[in-house]
């Protein structure tokens, strides 16, 4: 295990995550219900994960893809420039971070349910560099006609 990455996150950040897994909210509660333990297309997630200085409500480590769910508090202007300088933040980590509202998921979940999906596959498509590269000899292509 990589414990040096795990140690940059400080024990009371991830003490106060631990204790926010334990209250969630009810749109956190049924977007869990149908992410958790690989249920949602075969994609792992994790949820309340310290990602020093911040705690991210909902990650597929795979695909690098954060998704929050804001309730009214995030409406606010003053809370709207601070999710967006923390996602600036976690976009430099390489993330990508997705936002809905608690409303949202609970009343159209399966839009914000397929968004989430549409958003791991394109980060898991490989990019259009690798697709052109020429076979690998060793992949036993790109060797027709020698024997």
């Known amino acids: 295990m990589d414990t040096t990455r795990k140690n940059q996150v400080a024990p009371k950040l991830r003490s106060f995550a631990k204790e926010q897994r334990s209250i969630p909210t009810r ?8 992410v958790r333990a690989g249920r ?3 994609y792992k997630f ?15 480590a795979e695909a690098r893809v954060i998704v929050e769910l804001d309730g009214a508090p995030h409406e606010r202007p003053e ?8 996602d ?3 976009r430099g980590q390489g993330f990508r971070v997705l936002r809905f509202s608690n409303d949202l998921i ?10 989430v999906r549409q958003a791991i596959e394109a980060e898991l498509r490989p990019s259009p560099d690798l697709l052109r590269r020429p076979p690998s000899p060793a992949e036993g292509r790109g060797q027709e006609g020698a024997s």
Do not use: M, T
């Open 27 to 34: 749109a956190e509660d049924l977007f869990w219900q149908q």
């Open 40 to 42: 949602f297309h075969g």
């Open 46 to 60: 994790k949820r309340q994960v310290p990602i020093a200085p911040y705690i991210v409500d909902f990650l597929c």
């Open 79 to 86: 809370q709207r420039a601070h999710d967006e300088r923390r």
């Open 88 to 90: 600036a933040f976690l």
């Open 106 to 115: 609970l009343g159209n979940g399966n839009l914000v349910l397929d968004s």
